[in-house]
């Protein structure tokens, strides 16, 4: 049956056209489907806003829809979908790739060049542009994503935010008919994810591009979309229409399924005139009750080849103190915090933890001593089973709290306890590695971009844990573009600008001061 909304077939001629007829998917590693009963239409130039709850199949659809899957993943697949009229199933890739553009959830699994500007140009290279034409492309395409005038500069020094960029640019380089973008903001600052998306408006009107967005930040989203498919749980659609039919039709049901919708944020938080959110009501245990934990002084970095990230930083942790560190695409957030924790060792200064240097400290020590969240939950995976790996490493005693710990954030073990960490969706990875450092109790907890790719069950269940673990004490440290997480969880804002220290104060200080978060990049 055809889902909700479903207007007549598009012009199978136009590159830009997507047809989807009672779409199923299960991946062979999995009992329950990704996809199913999944039937929509997107007329070329429209954008395609796409939602649901983590798990629920979003980038499963946006790997369909260039081939990838069932290409790359086996597994049972019937229904068609059509793009520009190809059938992904029976067209060859390089086909598919030359009308689709697709940007993954991990930035870094698409970077492959040493330089920004050779990042660029190769997309265009194997798809047989002429050289005069993708010297002049590349730059363009590197100032539509935000990297204006950096070319020259080596894709291993960019911050995580920054990858996401030079991942964007490569994908609009060659102005595909359609454009798969699965979470590109996740990365992203907030004055730069404002920009990206007003820079994906100018696209959809000025090219008739047609545009699959698969997009938690929905508050600068929903303005964008034609057409909007919410997807529940288990991979079947809860509505598809126009984005006011879809939210004055189906709200309650999507809220339930804890998706997030536009002009909301967390639990709490309202919004300040600047668009971010204003500080919680419910702030819980206040910081400052325990002893210094952390205490950096003269910090400075530079990686091999770049120019210094962070320079002359010092700062001090208290135990049980929550703490946000914000700050644009660049500014060493995620270098400070691998200081922190001794993943790198400082060029100048020095860091202790708890009076010992990290970066020293034998690693069943230092894991007890502290718990590191990466901005790509996969780099720490270390296993085939995500019950194996929420049981890495533990005693007896840890081990008996795990299961119901990982319950707690919505991951069920007896869906996906045998499934691979790899196979999850980027939400559920995230809970997973949180999970993993939030089993040990470290006294200091340091979450690098803790809510990416979580719907709204799970940044409340994120929520709920992290303030009871606070509440015994551990010391949390929180690296983050969300300043909706700012509000809920910290109530101290460090802000990172060019590598140096550029702001620390109250968290409700900060998010009330709109002209300071458009100066420090934190708000457009």
């Given at each position: ?5 479903l207007?007549?077939a598009?012009?199978?001629?136009e ?11 299960r991946?062979?590693s999995?009992?329950?489907?990704a ?7 997107v ?10 709850p ?11 829809l ?20 190809l ?23 698409q ?12 997309g265009?290279?194997?798809r047989g ?20 005038g950096?070319?020259r ?38 004055a730069?994810?404002?920009?990206f998306?007003d ?26 979309a ?34 997030w ?8 938080v309202?919004r ?10 419910d ?13 950096a ?13 962070l ?20 500014s060493?957030?995620?270098t ?6 001794g ?7 020095e860091?202790?933890l ?40 533990l ?13 707690s954030?919505?991951?069920s073990?007896?869906?996906?306890g045998?499934a ?10 995230r ?5 993993c450092?939030?089993?040990r ?14 719907d709204?069950r ?8 992290l ?7 551990t010391?949390?440290?929180?690296v ?5 997480f ?26 009330g001061?709109?002209?300071s ?6 708000a457009?």
């Amino acid at each position: 049956m055809d889902a909700p909304g479903l207007a007549g077939a598009p012009d199978r001629s136009e590159p830009g056209a997507i047809r989807a007829r009672d779409l199923f998917f299960r991946y062979a590693s999995r009992a329950e489907a990704a996809l199913q009963d999944l039937s929509f239409d997107v007329d070329p130039g429209q954008c395609l806003l796409v939602v649901g709850p983590s798990g629920s199949g979003k980038s499963t659809l946006a790997l369909a829809l260039t081939g990838l899957v069932p290409g790359d993943h086996p597994g049972e697949w019937r229904g068609s979908l059509d793009v520009g009229g190809l059938d992904t199933l029976a067209t060859p890739r390089p086909l598919l790739a030359a009308r689709v553009g697709l940007v993954f959830q991990e930035p870094a699994s698409q970077v492959v060049m040493e330089w920004l500007d050779d990042e660029v140009a190769f997309g265009l290279e194997n798809r047989g542009w002429r050289r005069d034409a993708m010297l002049q492309r590349a730059p363009e395409a590197l100032g539509e994503a935000g990297l204006a005038g950096l070319g020259r500069r080596r894709c291993r020094t960019l911050s995580g935010g920054q990858q996401q960029r030079l991942v964007l640019a490569g994908v609009l380089a060659p102005r595909p008919g359609i454009l798969v973008l699965d979470e590109p903001t996740s990365n992203l600052d907030p004055a730069g994810a404002t920009a990206f998306l007003d820079r994906l408006g100018r696209v959809v009107r000025e090219r008739r591009t047609t545009v699959v967005l698969i997009e938690h930040r929905v508050d600068a989203a929903w303005p964008l979309a034609d057409l909007v498919l919410a997807l529940d749980a288990s991979g079947r659609p809860i509505a598809f229409g126009t984005p006011a039919r879809v939210l004055a039709d189906h709200r309650d049901t999507m809220g339930a399924a804890g998706i997030w919708l536009p002009r909301e944020g967390g639990r709490g938080v309202a919004r300040t005139t600047s668009g971010v959110p204003a500080p919680s009501l419910d702030r819980g245990p206040q910081a400052g009750r325990g002893h210094p934990l952390v205490a950096a002084t003269g910090l400075g970095f530079a990686y091999p080849g770049g120019p210094p990230v962070l320079e002359d930083l010092g700062l001090e942790i208290i135990a049980g103190e929550r703490v946000a560190v914000l700050g644009a695409n660049g500014s060493g957030k995620t270098t400070l915090a691998k200081l922190l924790v001794g993943l790198l060792r400082p060029a100048h200064g020095e860091v202790r933890l708890d009076g010992a240097r990290p970066d020293r400290l034998p690693a069943r020590e230092l894991a007890r001593h502290a718990g590191y969240v990466f901005q790509d939950p996969e780099l720490q995976f270390l296993t085939d089973r995500v019950r194996d790996e929420i049981a890495v490493g533990l005693t007896p005693e840890e081990r008996a709290g795990a299961e119901a710990l990982i319950e707690s954030l919505g991951l069920s073990l007896a869906r996906l306890g045998n499934a691979s960490p790899y196979s999850l969706s980027g939400g559920e990875k995230r809970r997973l590695s949180v999970a993993c450092c939030l089993v040990r109790r470290p006294d200091l907890l340091i979450l690098d971009e803790p809510t990416f790719g979580l719907d709204r069950r799970g940044y409340d269940g994120l929520i709920d844990l992290l303030r009871e673990r606070v509440e015994a004490g551990t010391a949390l440290v929180a690296v983050t573009h969300d300043l909706r997480f700012a509000a809920d969880m910290t109530d101290r804002a460090i802000v990172l600008a060019s590598g140096r220290l550029a702001h620390d104060g109250a968290t409700n200080d900060l998010l009330g001061d709109t002209p300071s978060l458009r100066r420090l990049e934190l708000a457009a």
